[in-house]
C-alpha cells in the first residue's frame, strides 16, 4: 500500500545551517507530495507541495523536488532560523486524493 | 477568521465519561477527517466525510462515533473512555476537486483522561 517513511529525529542545528530532512515514498498511480509543519501547540499547516515528476515546491526558503526515480521528496533550506523549529512531515495524497498519508515527522530544534 | 475550529481546545475527563469534540469548517470544502496524533506525533486518520457521507473509516474502537450534519460540520463523539485515548485529535477539511491544495487542519484538540 501507500506509505511514507522520513527520517528520525530530532535533528538539532546551528542557525544558518543547512537543512535536510529525508523524505521517501511508496505509491501506486502518481501522487500529490506535501510538505506540513507543526509549531509547537499548534495543527498542521501547509509548508509546500508538488504535484508531479520534478515539480519543486518552495515556501520561505524552504524547497523539495518531486523526484520519480528516487521516490523522493527531500525537504531542504539553506539557511535555518531559529524561528524554523517544529515538526516537520511529509505526506502523500493518492491519484485520487482519497486521504493523506503521513510520515512519522521530523523534530526540528534550531539554537542560536 | 478561522477556517477550521475545533471546540474545545483542551478537555480533561474522568475514564468511562463520555465526551464530543466540534469541528466546524468555513472553506466551503466538501471533505472532512478526524486525525488522531499520539504521544510520538505520529498522525492517525480515524474518519473522513464527503458531503455528509462516510467514506474512510479506519479501524477505530466503535466508541467512537463521528456525526455531520452538514458538509461544514464534522464531530467527534467518543464514549466511555480509557486512558489510551489520550491524544490530540486534529480536524481537517479539504476540497476533492482540489485536493491537490492540500488539508487545512484545525489547532487540535488534546485530550487528557485521567
Known amino acids: 500500500g501507500d506509505s511514507v517513511t522520513q527520517m528520525e529525529g530530532p535533528v538539532t542545528l546551528s542557525e544558518e545551517a543547512f537543512l535536510t530532512i529525508n523524505c521517501t515514498y511508496t505509491?501506486?498511480?502518481?501522487?500529490?507530495l506535501f510538505w506540513y509543519v507543526q509549531y509547537p501547540g499548534e495543527g498542521l499547516q501547509l509548508l509546500l507541495k508538488?504535484?508531479?515528476?520534478?515539480d519543486k515546491g518552495s515556501n520561505k526558503g524552504f524547497e523539495a523536488t518531486y523526484r520519480k526515480e528516487t521516490t523522493s521528496f527531500h525537504l531542504e533550506k539553506g539557511s535555518v532560523q531559529v524561528s524554523d523549529s517544529a515538526v516537520y512531515f511529509c505526506a502523500l495524497s493518492p491519484y485520487n486524493f482519497n486521504k493523506f498519508y503521513f510520515g512519522s515527522g521530523t523534530k526540528l530544534n534550531v539554537k542560536p | 477568521d478561522t477556517a477550521v475550529s475545533q471546540t474545545p481546545k483542551y478537555l480533561v475527563t474522568q475514564m468511562g465519561n463520555d465526551k464530543s469534540i466540534k469541528c466546524e469548517q468555513n472553506l466551503g470544502h466538501d471533505t472532512m477527517y478526524w486525525y488522531k496524533q499520539d504521544s510520538k506525533k505520529f498522525l492517525k486518520i480515524m474518519f473522513s466525510?464527503?458531503?455528509?457521507?462516510?467514506?474512510i473509516n479506519e479501524t477505530v474502537p466503535n466508541r467512537f462515533s463521528p456525526k455531520s450534519p452538514d458538509k461544514a460540520h464534522l464531530n467527534l463523539h467518543i464514549n466511555s473512555l480509557e486512558l489510551g485515548d489520550s491524544a490530540v485529535y486534529f480536524c481537517?477539511?479539504?476540497?476533492?476537486?482540489?485536493?491537490?491544495?492540500?488539508?487545512?487542519f484545525g489547532s487540535g484538540t488534546r485530550l487528557t483522561v485521567v
Open positions: 466525510y464527503n458531503n455528509k457521507e462516510l467514506i
Open positions: 508538488a504535484t508531479k515528476a520534478d
Open positions: 481537517a477539511s479539504s476540497s476533492r476537486e482540489y485536493a491537490m491544495g492540500g488539508y487545512t
Open positions: 505509491a501506486t498511480g502518481y501522487p500529490s
